[in-house]
């Protein structure tokens, strides 16, 4: 089956703008989360949504923002884009119990100029 | 707060050799524990994970992981490394119950490897 789809892959924005990054889970997977990963500060955490409730947060300001539309796809939002928010966004589903398997996209590399 | 630590930011093997990768978590109680494996330009691919159980778990693409509770570790191993294994290695740990599916991970090692 197919496994979990981020669009788009590549982007460029310009310091100000804002961005949506979109995720399709797996089939039947309930739970979909959202990652940073910049050479910096690793792989952060940034939400979790479940059922299109959001069900965890990290520890990112209010312009990250996200979304979980009923068939589970989800949507991430950054607003008012800064240079330091130029990464690589992974998504990735789960069932949604603890201990379940988490499966990761390929990710959307972002780079704000 | 939860932590994990991966102590080796960089190791280079050669073709053929054991390699070891450690890691270390800081929890309130045993968490479930997972190690994922990045190749370049990619996302995070699942090499094996820790519930309960047999102290010694079986992952993929040869690789095996011990945990060990006094020492609060989750070392990776492989008896002989190819050149496919090139990568980064990212040690994980996620909550037992509630947090949902939130993972903590470690900084990761990249593990280069010599022909």
Not at chain 1, 102 to 107: D, L, S, V
Not at chain 2, 72 to 96: G, I, M, Q, T
Request: charge should be positive; hydrophobic fraction near 30%.
């Amino acid at each position: 089956k197919a496994g979990v789809t981020q669009t788009p892959r590549y982007l460029i924005k310009t310091r100000g703008q804002q961005v949506t990054l979109s995720c399709s889970p797996i089939s039947g997977h309930r739970s979909v989360s959202w990652y940073q990963q910049t050479p910096g500060q690793g792989l952060q955490f940034l939400f979790e949504y479940f059922s299109e409730t959001q069900r965890n947060k990290g520890n990112f300001p209010g312009r990250f923002s996200g979304r979980q539309f009923s068939n589970s796809r989800s949507e991430m939002n950054v607003s008012t884009l800064e240079l330091g928010d130029s990464a690589l966004y992974l998504c990735a589903s789960s069932l949604g119990q603890p201990g379940n398997t988490i499966y990761f996209g390929e990710g959307s590399w972002l780079t704000v100029v | 707060a939860q932590s994990v630590t991966q102590p080796d930011i960089h190791i280079t093997v050669s073709e053929g050799a054991s390699l070891e990768l450690r890691c270390n978590y800081s929890y309130g109680a045993t968490p479930y524990l997972f190690w994922y494996v990045q190749s370049p330009g990619q996302g995070l691919q699942l090499l094996l994970k820790y519930f309960s159980g047999d102290t010694l778990v079986q992952g993929i693409k040869g690789f095996e992981a011990e945990f060990k509770r006094s020492q609060s570790s989750f070392n990776l191993r492989k008896p002989s490394v190819h050149w496919s294994d090139a990568a980064e290695y990212f040690c994980a740990v996620a909550p037992l119950v509630g947090a949902g599916n939130k993972l903590t991970f470690g900084g990761g090692t990249r593990v280069l490897v010599k022909p």
